[in-house]
């Protein structure tokens, strides 16, 4: 909502002063290239406490979350930031629907949609 976003604006503006605008425009660019089109899950955020990665804590949890979308038929999107993690999902069937650069061209953050299996 509004009210949720205007909370987040500010809250981000505390914790991290001047770059909060850069957070915002990244933000805004996630919700940009989002797909509108279709019903789907989004995969927003996927991540291991350091000591676990590598050990394919991170994959199984993807796993279990994909059968449980392909058990209701329905599609999933995410985006990944980190490029060693696109093959990752493309081999459980993501594919690759677009891109977009952050604010500061540091990073690519590639667009992946699955279809139902």
Known sequence: ????????????HG???T???QVMDLLERFEESHPRDAPHYYLSLLGTYPA?????VGMR???DNLAR?????MPAYLESSNPANDERYE??????IGSFSTPDRSRTVARMWREPR
């Open 69 to 73: 979308i392909d058990d209701e038929a």
């Open 19 to 21: 770059r909060a605008q």
């Open 61 to 63: 949890l993807l796993a």
């Open 91 to 96: 081999r459980v069937g993501f594919e690759r």
């Open 15 to 17: 914790l991290l002063g």
């Open 52 to 56: 676990s990665r590598g050990h394919g």
């Open 1 to 12: 909502s509004d009210a949720d976003e205007t909370r987040v604006e500010s809250l981000l």
